[in-house]
T-cell receptor
Framework: EAQVTQNPRYLITVTGKKLTVTCSQN?????MSWYRQDPGLGLRQIYY???????DKGDVPEGYKVSRKEKRNFPLILESPSPNQTSLYFC???????????FGSGTRLTVV | AQSVTQPDIHITVSEGASLELRCNYS??????LFWYVQSPGQGLQLLLK??????LVQGIKGFEAEFKRSQSSFNLRKPSVHWSDAAEYFC????????????FGTGTQLKVEL
């Protein structure tokens, strides 16, 4: 089945403890992107990647890192999480964003 | 910069009634427009998309949307709503720069009364 897989689905962590949210797609998509969803703000892009080893900042990149060493994987790294990064995170992929993204099921992160 | 406005935060309709969700966009060139649906606890599912051509586009689950350039709108419609349509709906516009970024509206929460 064609899909974007994120792990974990739920995560509670403490301030400052490094964490990684994994994202993998099995559709051979070029484009991958991370979004965060907050009430009343919709979805905002954190980082995106147009191909392997090509990544760039979205609208809200502060406090996040990403890497794209392989086409299928696009992990999101929080080096020192803070409570304002408590949010619902979505990974998405596409052959071209102009075709519309396929989204993962989301990761609900709580930082205390 | 591209932007999307969804003026209705919440909408309640009766099952069987028609539905229209509003979306206005701002984009300098020909927009690429999308509607996504998010059911509780789920990711986003693409309902339909518009790139060019016929301004009335059909999507999944019986939804359609009409692109009106003069009004910068891309409203979503359904003739008869089912209880299972209760969800949050997001309109989005894609640009050709910045990794073809999707810019989302803030969403419209649809409640369906039985």
């Amino acid at each position: 089945e064609a899909q974007v897989t994120q792990n974990p689905r739920y995560l509670i962590t403490v301030t400052g403890k490094k964490l990684t949210v994994t994202c993998s797609q099995n559709m051979n998509h070029e484009y991958m992107s991370w979004y965060r969803q907050d009430p009343g703000l919709g979805l905002r892009q954190i980082y995106y990647s147009m191909n392997v080893e090509v990544t760039d900042k979205g609208d809200v990149p502060e406090g996040y890192k990403v890497s794209r060493k392989e086409k299928r994987n696009f992990p999101l790294i929080l080096e020192s999480p803070s409570p304002n990064q408590t949010s619902l995170y979505f990974c998405a992929s596409s052959f071209s964003a102009l075709e519309g993204y396929t989204f993962g099921s989301g990761t609900r992160l709580t930082v205390v | 910069a591209q932007s999307v406005t969804q003026p209705d935060i919440h909408i309640t309709v009766s099952e069987g009634a028609s539905l229209e969700l509003r979306c206005n966009y701002s984009y300098g060139a020909t927009p690429y427009l999308f509607w996504y649906v998010q059911s509780p606890g789920q990711g986003l599912q693409l309902l339909l998309k518009y790139f060019s051509g016929d301004t009335l586009v059909q999507g999944i689950k019986g939804f359609e949307a009409e692109f009106k350039r003069s009004q910068s709108s891309f409203n979503l419609r359904k003739p008869s709503v089912h209880w299972s349509d209760a969800a949050e709906y997001f309109c989005a516009v894609a640009g050709t720069g910045g990794g073809n970024k999707l810019t989302f509206g803030t969403g419209t929460q649809l409640k369906v009364e039985l």
